[in-house]
């Protein structure tokens, strides 16, 4: 069994764009700028704002975060979402999700230039993924791929297993692991909370990933033998014995299913690292292309 470590991959993409980042600055040229947007004072979106601004920070990057209070209606937000579309000093910027109830998500989302959509979630950036173009991929199904890629996973012509059907990562990763490429070439079967019979299917696969979000569900009579499993749930689970009163865990049942596998992601330190490098490329990739525009 072999861990697909994020940890060690992520801060293997990070020093690669340190360097891109060092030779722009040498060029005289300008350096990727990520902002991001936090409406109110959800723990978990703090937390992960914060540490995409500390990455921005070691790799050289400029960063602003817009830190709204909780009571921003939809129209300031919208407004703010104007005015980095408008401000040629950002290359992309994320609003970070879930935004408060009285705050329609995707009118939002929908304001946000597809340009500076470095998040991917803008429907014409999901558009041109589906259809093979270049675009920006949505963070963590990137960091997916950019994960089995590296560790040289095989995947063609293997049946992959998708479990969960969000907008930002089973949907996504499931149409990536099918396209043509390596990774890609894979069999997909998509299942969400109304598939029956779950388990005959992952029993089948060669590969599953798992995004739904509830801890230790993926157990070791679920999986044969050989599999190859990427953990993307991340669920704080309250423990009072913690410092921080929660511990972090996957989808997957860890001790039991690594026993079986070949290829596993751990949680924490698997998919989630790998997120933030691919946002950060994402970035990287904006500039650069923003660079072209104007030459
Ligand atoms: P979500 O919460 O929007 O949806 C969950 C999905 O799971 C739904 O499509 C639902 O149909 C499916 N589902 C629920 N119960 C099921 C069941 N019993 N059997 C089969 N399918 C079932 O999903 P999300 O936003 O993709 O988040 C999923 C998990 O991934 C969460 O734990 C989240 O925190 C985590 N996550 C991690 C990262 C990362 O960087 N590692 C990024 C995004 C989300």
Redesign the pocket.
């Known amino acids: 069994m072999e861990i697909l470590d994020g940890k060690k991959v992520s801060n293997q993409i990070k020093e690669e764009i340190t360097v891109e980042v060092a030779q722009m600055k040498e060029r005289g040229e300008k350096v990727p700028h990520l902002a991001a947007v936090l409406v109110g004072n959800d723990g978990a979106s703090l937390t992960y704002v914060g540490s995409k601004v500390r990455s921005c920070k070691k790799i050289g990057f400029d960063s602003t975060l817009i830190h709204l209070p909780e009571e921003t209606t939809e129209e300031e937000l919208l407004e703010q979402v104007h005015n980095l579309n408008n401000d040629p000093d950002i290359d992309g910027y994320i609003v970070q999700l879930p935004l408060p109830n009285h705050i329609d998500e995707e009118k939002v989302l929908m304001a946000v230039d597809p340009d500076k959509d470095v998040d991917g979630f803008h429907p014409t950036n999901f558009g041109k993924m589906a259809l093979d173009m270049e675009t920006f991929i949505s963070?963590?199904p990137f960091?997916i791929m950019e994960l089995l890629k590296r560790y040289k996973v095989e995947t063609e012509g293997k049946h992959t297993v998708v479990?969960?059907?969000?907008h930002?990562?089973?949907r996504p990763i499931s149409i990536l692991m099918s396209q043509k490429g390596n990774p890609g070439n894979s069999t997909v079967t998509l299942?969400?909370?109304?598939?029956k019979n779950?388990k005959e299917l992952t029993l089948q696969a060669d590969i599953v990933i798992s995004?739904?979000?509830?801890p230790k569900?993926l157990k070791e009579d679920m999986v044969k033998e050989g599999v190859t499993i990427i953990d993307?749930?991340?669920?704080r689970v309250p423990d009072d014995s913690k410092e921080k009163g929660y511990y972090i865990t996957g989808?997957v049942d860890y001790e039991a299913v690594s026993k079986k596998a070949s290829y596993i992601t751990p949680v924490p330190g698997g998919?989630?690292p790998?997120?933030i490098a691919m946002l950060l490329k994402n970035t990287l990739l904006a500039r650069e292309r923003h660079n072209t525009k104007k030459s």
């Open positions: 963070a963590t960091g479990i969960g059907r969000s930002i990562v089973g299942a969400h909370s109304r598939t779950l995004a739904l979000g509830v569900f993307v749930g991340i669920t989808d998919v989630g790998m997120t």
